[in-house]
């Protein structure tokens, strides 16, 4: 019943932003959040820079206008970055945003869908994604292709909106998962030494260290 519910919002609002249907709309998203993406993504360096991660191919599953993947590969440049995302017209803002960089990114995209990826197994030392798990129709199948690009020793980096009581402002928060209902989808899929740490507003799964 409540994936049901979950599946029925998320058709009816594009949840506002997440699935792009027009280039306006996707530059007005990627003006209003390039400020919040580039603090956002201070933690996703730090805790890579802190695995040691250099010289490795990232994967950053719902890329969106790109922002994150950029923000890694200006921090860490010696990072081989893709952008994975389901709309076409988000990769376009993405790629323009690679082009007025004044640093060389490392950085290339590709249209795919996260619960089918168009990639062999074991190629990706790094899986990241911030703030899609909640757009996905089957989270399940996203963990479980996730488990499938990593190498043996990969690691994965997975942030999502938690669901709480500000859901009554907002319909992402509303359209996203509890901390047990993401354990037990945690459970059931492949992914293996993995943690989850929950904040104010957010879920934060990662590779057990």
Do not use: C
């Not at 798990?133 to 963990?143: A, D, E, Q, V």
Request: hydrophobic letters at 40%.
């Amino acid at each position: 019943m409540l994936m049901k519910w979950r599946n029925s919002l998320i058709k009816r609002k594009a949840l506002k932003y997440g699935v792009f249907e027009d280039i306006e709309t996707v530059r007005r998203y990627d003006k209003e959040t390039r400020k919040w993406m580039r603090n956002t993504s201070k933690t996703f360096v730090s805790m890579v820079k802190k695995w040691q991660m250099n010289e490795n191919y990232v994967l950053d599953v719902g890329t969106a206008t790109g922002r994150l993947a950029i923000e890694f590969s200006k921090k860490i440049p010696t990072l081989e970055v893709i952008g994975l995302d389901l709309a076409e017209v988000a990769l376009v803002v993405a790629r323009e945003n690679v082009q007025k960089s004044e640093i060389p990114l490392n950085i290339s995209f590709k249209k795919g869908d996260a619960e089918d990826m168009p990639f062999e197994d074991s190629i990706f030392d790094l899986v990241i994604s911030n703030n899609t798990l909640h757009l996905i129709k089957n989270p399940l199948k996203m963990f479980n292709e996730v488990h499938r690009v990593l190498k043996p020793t990969g690691r994965f980096i997975i942030t999502d909106y938690k669901r709480s009581w500000l859901g009554i402002f907002w319909n992402h928060i509303r359209a996203s998962y509890s901390l047990k209902e993401i354990t037990d989808l945690l459970n059931q899929s492949n992914l293996q030494e993995w943690e989850v740490k929950e904040s104010l507003l957010s879920l934060n799964i990662y590779s057990k260290v």
